[in-house]
């Protein structure tokens, strides 16, 4: 079930609840193409003109440290452009990194629930909604993870809900998270990903103002070996207040061991 929970966002990839057996692991390298013409408003709006592209190729690992503790590692590099009224941006070079632990606190026949906890290193790139590139520093987040099995036409499926707090020091703005993703599997090398990502963060005057975000993305994934999956899929912003309208098409490859 980890390998079904796993959750392809548009710069990180987080694991599902279910925790990775001891020794075990697998690599989700991850490149994607984003664009927007338009964003939202104070008001959520859709009425601000913007030019945003951006194509980013990103590796998430995690590693089975114990039959309940799993490893999470996750890094990307990013090539953007962005213009909006008289602001421009031109760069290439790493985004946010990360270095996380999953603990595994209880775990039924069809449910588990999991904890989380990592740092967030600033690179270079994007690291906090509406802030200039590379602002910010080094800070936390704690995640609640809780997953449930099911069986729907016979067939395998999954329901991964997770709520998470991201906990930034000095005058950069804290962010609270929401994702929530079901899987399931018409076919037994094919599964299909409906998710739904919120963003809320807090409000600096001189960082950036309070904003929110609500993605949806939906994929495909094939099993084309015991170690080898592919993804395909798409994501768009639907709904926020002071964030671009993104539109993306992603591809990626699940490598196991």
Known sequence: MACLACIICPTLAHAGAWPIAAGKGQVISTTLTDSASIGFDDNGDANQEVHFSKTEGAIYWEHGLSQKTTLVLQTSFQDIQFRAGVDEVNFSGVGESYLGVRRALWRGDKTVVSAQGGLLFAGSGEAISDADLG????HFEARLLIGRSFKLANRDGFLDVQMARRMRPGATPDEWRLDATAGWRPAAKVQVLAQGFYTASGEQFEVAPRNTRLK????????????????????????????????????????RY
């Open 135 to 138: 602002f910010g520093s080094t």
């Open 216 to 255: 949806l993305q939906s994929s495909l994934v094939y099993e084309w070996s015991p170690k080898t999956s592919y993804q395909i899929g798409l994501y768009r912003t639907v709904a926020g207040r002071n964030i671009i309208k993104e539109k993306a098409f992603f591809i990626a490859v699940w490598s």
